[in-house]
């Protein structure tokens, strides 16, 4: 067999459907985010403006996060030295682990080496164990949350996203004595809506089942102390699990799950995606409890972030541009088509120095091609006329569609026979 020939024409067929990835060579900048040094293909190096970073907060260069980290990695070095099991655990990992119970008022919490590990790991654990279990999951969970639903093995039926009807229909349908595990989202990154968390969890009360939330896109930036939208609703307690990374709004790395003392310890002794890998080294976890701390007291970041979103939203809508309504930090602009949604973020790079990176199929349906911008609190509102301005210049360019979507538009759609295959969210 030509093997070689086989992965070339496996690569095209991504190329024909315009769903090939190109990742841009960027070297960020610390103390000035969010600009960065891009180079291009010949290596020419220039400075431009990332639009769509997931260090949400910035926290990925805050001096509070940099010095936890190059002050552990001073004292204690810069790998863990093996598996926890064989190992043990570097005192920054129990630190850690102490400030994210504390943070999701659980009474524990297990680190993972991602969030993607964490979901995948916990899930399909917590599934597995429990005889003849049945999973609920949403339509639009993330390709990681998947992921551990197939990998449990059980039976799971995919409810239609934020369906709180369908959910119900659902688990009437089971019978009730049988364990029942509801796994979904609160802010679904794709089109930044939050899911019904409160139904959902009349819904686990009445009929018995375990609740499990991944807050990935939500942790330490909403609620008081940065829980999560869980934290902002008061509704914590009445959820079972908890999922999050450190890698997002917190800026460094690593995945956790933050449940009782029960599940934790089962997840912990069961879970070969926990035991058998290096844990993290402790100068990421120092790093990453320093963010946590830090946002648990302030509240400047999460301010910040939730102005400049909203002032985005406000000025791309007023130049017509088609931005998605939502009630969350993310900002989508819809383009529709996936040949033209990466030619807009070529252009916005090539002529404007602005990098955001196209979200085509299977992160996004069909027809639903978007740029994603993710504002943070370090976006002066210089910067967002600036964007405006050159989204103008690119959508007339490039005559793309002005009409501004007004329902959500991935919500109706019910692909979860795609789902299985690729997963959503990003
Ligand atoms: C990014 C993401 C993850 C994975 O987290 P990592 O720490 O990046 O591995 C899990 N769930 C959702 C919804 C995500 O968007």
Redesign the pocket.
């Known amino acids: 067999m030509d093997y070689r020939g086989f992965f070339e024409d496996a690569v095209d067929t991504l190329r024909q459907e315009k769903r090939y990835r190109v990742f841009a060579d960027l070297e960020r900048i610390a103390g000035r985010f969010p600009r960065a040094i891009f180079r291009d293909n010949a290596d020419n190096q220039r400075e431009i403006t990332i639009w769509c970073s997931n260090d949400y907060l910035g926290m990925g260069q805050h001096p509070v996060t940099i010095a936890a980290m190059q002050d552990t990695a001073g004292r204690l070095g810069v790998g863990a030295g093996g598996t926890r099991n064989i190992s043990g655990t570097n005192r920054p990992l129990v630190e850690l682990e102490r400030s994210l119970a504390d943070l999701h008022r659980k009474e524990a919490a297990l680190v993972f080496t991602?969030?993607?590990v964490s979901?995948e790991a916990a899930i399909s654990t917590i599934a597995r164990l429990l005889p003849d279990c049945v999973i609920f999951s949403d339509q639009l969970n993330?390709a990681?949350m998947i992921q551990g639903v197939r990998q449990s093995g059980m039976e799971k039926k995919i409810f239609r996203h934020n369906d709180v009807a369908h959910l119900r229909e659902l688990l009437a349908s089971v019978d009730r004595k049988r364990p029942k595990l509801i796994v979904f989202?609160s802010v679904y990154?794709m089109d930044g809506d939050v899911a019904p968390i409160a139904e959902i969890c009349d819904l686990a009360e009445e009929f018995g089942a375990l609740t499990y939330i991944?807050e990935?896109?939500a942790v330490g930036m909403y609620g008081p102390r940065g829980g999560g939208i869980a934290d902002r609703e008061g509704l914590m307690g009445r959820i079972d699990i908890i999922e999050g990374?450190l890698?997002?709004g917190f800026g460094v790395m690593g995945?956790y799950v933050a449940a009782n003392q029960a599940i934790i310890d089962a997840i912990r002794s069961y879970a070969p995606e926990f035991i058998f890998t290096t844990a993290l080294p402790p100068a990421l976890c120092a790093a990453a409890r320093a963010s946590i701390e830090h946002l648990k007291l302030s509240s400047v970041e999460r301010e910040g972030q939730q102005r400049q979103a909203q002032l985005t939203k406000d000025i791309l809508g007023d130049a017509g541009l088609p931005v998605l309504k939502t009630d969350t930090h993310i900002v989508p602009v819809i383009v529709g088509d996936a040949r033209l949604c990466k030619a807009a973020s070529d252009m916005l790079l090539e002529k404007h120095n602005i990098y955001i990176q196209p979200i085509n199929y299977p992160t996004v349906p069909k027809g639903t091609e978007r740029l994603r911008i993710t504002p943070t609190p370090l976006h002066t509102d210089e910067m967002i006329i600036e964007l405006r301005h050159a989204l103008v210049s690119v959508w007339a360019s490039l005559e793309l569609p002005r009409e501004r979507p007004t329902a959500k538009v991935s919500s109706n759609k019910l692909i979860s026979g795609d789902l299985t295959l690729t997963g959503a969210?990003?």
């Open positions: 991602s969030g993607f979901n993330h990681s989202e990154s991944d990935v896109h990374t890698a997002k995945g969210g990003g």
